[in-house]
């Protein structure tokens, strides 16, 4: 019995000992015996700049040569902002194809005809409300909603296509997100997901819905629509060890700072966001024609207005938000155009997490889960997956492990872009990196070459990731969105982010790792950009 005890252990250790010779040891030394200098640690920085007459090939030598996260900044030679330069860099004017029909999610006239039958259905509504309201005497603020085609709303809903929710010079974006600052709000409710909870909320739920997350659907007088959430934490405060990810706060400068930092990624794939000061009295209670909206709302001891959500299980005052004394501060979204006219389906993460309090998801415990997604529609071609991990990074960097799904445009298909929504619970803990949100990138070992190239610049002094956040922020009425603590953590997560996709080079070789998904920037506008992996 000891003598085959003996005899296994020694074929285990032989074969732990082959697979490491194979995986590990020779791709390094053929790394050496190409004597391409990729890993040298004298090359001189961190990665070959694109020039204007073309992308060049990404250099990945001495990846996390960046001078040490210690608060200091290195300020530009020739001054002035640091953004302004990272969005005339060639890698952020990189030219799109032609935008046909079929490349835009809306067409001008479907649209302009779709939204003048809502604000017809929204007046009638508006008559019937207010002749209701006078037989029962309550009193009804009533505003004269305009619909303006110009409206920087609505050229942000045309300007989306395939590619990106807006393109990067869009004049619309910054306009759209000066006007949510002060738009005049019509009428306040609940948003669709909380009114499909009628208020039944299943208490034996680890997972609460959504319903006590307090989030307002707004409209505008120009009929846009946003969608608000309030504050409920502050800025230097840090979520809980003892809290677990799904019952964590929905913090509304997380969705701010999540658009500013998804727009210097250049995803371009979270909907407008800006900060905004609300009335509750002036701007919720006294518009919202919800009388389950209006029965939540209460004045504090300390004589603040405050509300808080209708579901059963938060039902109490100790849940509430209050204003100061009636403002409150909070995020406003902007609306993506209606189901109805550009229909989305919600697809659950491959890398979904286990939402009770033991449970542990298959890519929690299996390191080749990710050898099964590739076999699986429509992980299996095209660049879902590619996305999927541009999201992970997304995610990484804020630091949200609430992506349990993500959302597609149903017109563009499998190739279309994945939308970034939801990223309230990111930003909680600036002192932790939760490495497991990388499990895409890790595990898939793959990424987009525009995106690492893009990660690799803004690992540079001159375009440091907290710099350019910083300053992209400051632009927001509520700053600061982000405390310092917060913007130096993106450095030291960007960092790993890299030396994560370096391992993977080391491992496999820049040809498996690296995908092309651009062309060479030309005079002449491309055709397609069809993303296809180099082998």
């Known amino acids: 019995m000891m003598r085959r005890d003996r005899l296994f252990l020694a074929a285990t250790l032989t074969a732990i000992f082959s697979a490491d010779l194979y995986f590990i040891l020779l791709p390094k030394l053929?790394?050496?015996?190409?004597?391409?200098?990729?890993?040298?640690?004298?090359?001189?920085?961190?990665?070959?700049?694109?020039?204007?007459?073309?992308?060049?090939?990404?250099?990945?030598?001495?990846?996390?040569?960046?001078?040490?996260?210690?608060?200091?900044?290195?300020e530009?030679?020739?001054?002035?902002?640091?953004?302004?330069?990272l969005f005339a860099h060639p890698l952020y004017n990189i030219q799109t194809p032609v935008l046909g029909p079929e490349e835009r999610l809306l067409q001008g006239e479907q649209l302009m005809?779709?939204?003048?039958?809502?604000?017809?259905?929204?007046?009638?509504?508006?008559?019937?409300?207010?002749?209701?309201?006078?037989?029962?005497?309550?009193?009804?603020?009533?505003?004269?909603?305009?619909?303006d085609p110009d409206a920087s709303w609505l050229k942000f809903h045309l300007g989306i296509s395939r590619y990106a929710l807006y393109s990067r010079d869009d004049p619309a974006i910054p306009q759209l997100l000066k006007e949510m600052q002060s738009m005049t709000v019509v009428s306040a409710d609940y948003t669709q997901d909380e009114k499909a909870l009628k208020g039944a909320c299943d208490c034996t739920q680890v997972v609460k819905p959504s319903g006590h997350h307090l989030k307002l659907a707004l409209k505008m007088q120009n009929f846009a629509k946003a969608m608000f959430k309030p504050m409920r934490q502050q800025r230097d405060e840090e979520t809980p060890?003892?809290?677990?990810y799904f019952v964590d706060f929905q913090r509304h400068n997380a969705e701010i700072a999540a658009f500013h930092l998804d727009r210097i990624l250049d995803f371009r794939r979270v909907p407008p966001v800006a900060g905004r000061l609300v009335n509750l009295t002036g701007e919720v209670l006294q518009v919202t024609h919800n009388e389950d909206l209006r029965a939540v709302f209460f004045t504090s001891p300390a004589n603040n207005t405050c509300f808080f959500a209708k579901c059963l299980y938060v039902c109490k005052t100790e849940y509430a938000v209050c204003g100061s004394p009636v403002l409150l501060e909070g995020s406003l979204s902007a609306y993506?155009?209606?189901?109805?006219?550009?229909?989305?389906?919600?697809?659950?993460?491959?890398?979904?997490?286990?939402?009770?309090?033991?449970?542990?998801?298959?890519?929690?415990?299996n390191p080749f889960f990710c050898d099964t997604i590739k076999q699986l529609y429509p992980y299996n071609s095209g660049n879902r997956l590619l996305n999927i991990i541009d999201m992970s990074i997304f995610d990484f960097l804020t630091s949200n492990m609430d992506r349990h799904h993500y959302e597609i445009f149903t017109k563009f298909g499998d190739e279309g872009f994945l939308l970034h929504l939801d990223n309230a619970r990111g930003f909680g803990k600036h002192s932790q990196d939760e490495i497991s949100i990388l499990a895409p990138l890790s595990q898939c070992c793959m990424i987009k070459r525009s995106t690492l190239l893009r990660l690799q610049l803004l690992a540079q002094p001159e375009f440091r990731l907290s710099d350019v956040m910083r300053e992209s922020l400051e632009g927001d009425p509520l700053q600061p969105i982000l405390t310092d603590p917060h913007l130096l953590a993106l450095d030291r997560r960007l960092q790993k982010v890299l030396r994560v996709?370096?391992?993977?080079?080391?491992?496999?070789?820049?040809?498996?790792?690296?995908?092309?998904?651009?062309?060479?920037?030309?005079?002449?506008?491309?055709?397609?950009?069809?993303?296809?992996?180099?082998r």
Not at 241 to 244: A, N
């Open 30 to 74: 053929r790394s050496v015996g190409q004597g391409s200098g990729h890993f040298c640690s004298c090359g001189p920085r961190n990665l070959t700049l694109p020039r204007h007459g073309g992308l060049a090939t990404p250099q990945l030598y001495n990846w996390t040569s960046v001078p040490p996260l210690d608060g200091t900044t290195s």
């Open 76 to 85: 530009p030679t020739d001054g002035g902002s640091k953004l302004g330069r």
């Open 113 to 147: 005809e779709y939204y003048r039958r809502k604000v017809s259905r929204w007046e009638r509504h508006m008559k019937l409300y207010s002749e209701a309201a006078a037989l029962s005497n309550i009193t009804v603020n009533e505003h004269e909603v305009t619909f």
């Open 241 to 244: 060890e003892d809290v677990f």
């Open 336 to 365: 993506l155009p209606g189901l109805s006219i550009a229909p989305r389906i919600s697809i659950p993460n491959p890398w979904i997490r286990s939402y009770t309090f033991t449970g542990r998801e298959e890519w929690e415990v």
């Open 501 to 534: 996709v370096q391992r993977c080079v080391r491992r496999l070789g820049e040809d498996e790792v690296i995908t092309k998904d651009f062309v060479k920037s030309s005079a002449k506008p491309q055709t397609a950009t069809e993303t296809k992996q180099v």
